[in-house]
T-cell receptor, first 112, second 111 residues
Framework: DGGITQSPKYLFRKEGQNVTLSCEQN?????MYWYRQDPGQGLRLIYY???????QKGDIAEGYSVSREKKESFPLTVTSAQKNPTAFYLC???????????FGQGTRLTVV | GQNIDQPTEMTATEGAIVQINCTYQ??????LFWYQQHAGEAPTFLSY????GLEEKGRFSSFLSRSKGYSYLLLKELQMKDSASYLC????????????FGTGTRLQVTL
């Protein structure tokens, strides 16, 4: 079945540690995105990538890093520089010539 | 940049009609999306407007006026399962890959 998979669903980390969130899609989509959602809030764009080996900062990129070495994969690293990392992280992908974005089920990150 | 505004919360009665508004200011507009998100879940796509007018899809309709920077989502024959957040998102003209979301409207459907 085609889809977009995020893992793990829940993640706990100690303050000061870097952590990498996985996002894989087998939809042959060109564009991939990372969003952050805080309780009762909308989605804020962290990074996005239109093609392999290229990505752009979104509105809240500070303290995050990404890579796009393969079309299927767009991992997000939450670094220790991110001051408020506890949040719900959503990955999405879109076929460039198409319109809607499809979302993964999200990773809820808690930093203690 | 882009600025997208939606009401924070709305309440409506089962069986009624509700209209959720979205206004946007953007340096370049290339389409507007509506998504539904149940608590703790991923957003799911509802509708897409790029030209002015009304798009109807079953109980859901979406309207766009580009000159006014305004859209609304209309939900008819409300059901309890429609209780969710509704997110408006705008696609950038220059970077067509960039999607910016509003803060979302939390809709509560009551008996």
């Amino acid at each position: 079945d085609g889809g977009i998979t995020q893992s793990p669903k829940y993640l706990f980390r100690k303050e000061g540690q870097n952590v990498t969130l996985s996002c894989e899609q087998n939809l042959n989509h060109d564009a991939m995105y990372w969003y952050r959602q805080d309780p009762g809030q909308g989605l804020r764009l962290i990074y996005y990538s239109q093609i392999v080996n290229d990505f752009q900062k979104g509105d809240i990129a500070e303290g995050y890093s990404v890579s796009r070495e393969k079309k299927e994969s767009f991992p997000l690293t939450v670094t220790s520089a991110q001051k408020n990392p506890t949040a719900f992280y959503l990955c999405a992908s879109r076929f460039e010539m198409n319109t809607e974005a499809f979302f993964g089920q999200g990773t809820r990150l808690t930093v203690v | 940049g882009q600025n997208i505004d939606q009401p924070t919360e709305m309440t409506a009665t089962e069986g009624a009609i509700v209209q959720i508004n979205c206004t946007y200011q953007t340096s370049g507009f290339n389409g507007l999306f509506w998504y539904q998100q149940h608590a703790g879940e991923a957003p799911t796509f509802l509708s897409y407007n790029v030209l002015d007018g009304l798009e109807e899809k079953g109980r859901f309709s979406s309207f766009l006026s580009r000159s006014k920077g305004y859209s609304y989502l209309l939900l008819k024959e409300l059901q309890m399962k429609d209780s969710a957040s509704y997110l408006c998102a705008v696609r950038d003209l220059i970077s067509a890959s960039k999607l910016t979301f509003g803060t979302g409207t939390r809709l509560q459907v009551t008996l």
